[in-house]
């Protein structure tokens, strides 16, 4: 069946995150390098993000400093997102093949800014805090089947988790294709539930040129 659409991920997918977390680690006092050592270990141990803060600085309240942060005008870690560089290209080949693009991430109200340049007039654009549903449930991809009222398998959804992302997607009949980017994609890449991407990439060109493809 050819594909009719794709729906990206945010974070680690179309967005580096990485300026955002340096952000982090000059905040809480310590090294960029030991930040994203912590970060690291979070993900391997399936924890939730704020576990690599905590660990770098025990007892650390995240509300605390979301406000303290706020207070000293330093933007929040979503909107220190920056756009991998092979994204629009991407974006322009699918269009241009016909296929509808989409954005559906776990992010706070008010991410989809971070997208600014990347969408465009027609693509579905949701985050988790605007659905008040978030990945791994299954109402979370229900509900982009609903939106773009095609058929599951017609519909891609392209993610750098194994957890979030591949494994809910292929449950609910899509085609999955997985980033191997980030430190989400490059620890989950190991994890046998891998196997369950239908295309492993490493970047968005070669994600853009299977979904193209697919189908023909």
Known sequence: MRLRAAVFDFGETLLSEERAWGVWADWIGVTRQELFAALGATVEGRYPHRHALELCRPGFDLSRAFAERAAAGIPRHE????VYPDASDALARLRGAGVQVGFAGNQPAGAETALAGLVADGDLVATSADWGVAKPDPAFF?????????APREIAYVGDRVDNDIVPAAEAGMVTIFV????????HAHWPNAARADVQVDDLAAAANALVSWGS
């Open 79 to 82: 909107a220190l997102y920056d």
């Open 142 to 150: 229900t509900r982009i089947v609903a939106e773009l009222d095609l």
């Open 180 to 187: 191997r980017r980030g430190p989400w994609g490059e620890v």
